[in-house]
């Protein structure tokens, strides 16, 4: 029955429903990395990186890297592995910056209170929307049918590049007001 709705059902639902998985399956992705166990030395370390990444942060660095990981997102077949990779390495960092803070706070609750942000539910849509169009330049490359499918993933890649864009002035915006 659940095949007989999706045979029947638009490519455009389709894609809604396949872009609305990977947005579960990257949340379940990094809060998995915010779950993973890490020792004290990882954790310095790891927040030693993060303190070096906030002394430069510009619209321009933020768009630029969550660009270039969307992008690679869009690669058939491995896009959605790495885009994982990603997410899961983001959730060990939301966990080792948790842990640094030296309070009782789970790492999950952290990452789920990025979401009060705008810039985190458009950063995680086009991470999803990157990863669904990959599976569907993958499917129609199967098919024979990928110069159909390369213009909708070009469509896709713009949107992504506006959200990305728009999320990463809020950031800096956000950034900006936050006390230092």
Do not use: H
Not at 50 to 66: E, P
Not at 103 to 121: E, K, R
Not at 153 to 171: H, K, N, Q, R
């Amino acid at each position: 029955m659940a095949f007989d709705i999706w045979r029947n059902s638009s490519s455009r639902f389709k894609r809604f429903i396949t872009i609305g998985a990977f947005f579960v399956l990257a949340l379940i992705v990094t809060i998995a990395g915010t779950l993973t166990p890490l020792t004290s030395e990882e954790v310095t370390s790891m927040k030693q990186d993060l303190d070096g990444l906030r002394a430069n942060v510009s619209v321009q660095m933020i768009f630029g890297n969550n660009m270039m990981i969307t992008m690679l997102m869009f690669i058939p077949v491995v896009g959605p592995l790495f885009g994982s990779y990603v997410l899961y390495n983001t959730g060990l960092y939301i966990g080792a910056d948790t842990a640094a803070m030296k309070v009782n706070i789970s790492p999950v609750l952290v990452f789920l209170t990025y979401f009060i942000f705008p810039f985190a539910w458009l950063e995680f849509i086009a991470y999803s929307m990157a990863s669904a169009a990959s599976v569907w330049l993958t499917w129609r490359i199967i098919q024979r049918k990928a110069k159909y499918e390369l213009v909708r993933t070009c469509i896709f890649i713009a949107i992504c590049a506006v959200l990305l864009l728009i999320g990463a002035v809020i950031e800096v915006v956000l950034i900006g007001l936050s006390p230092a």
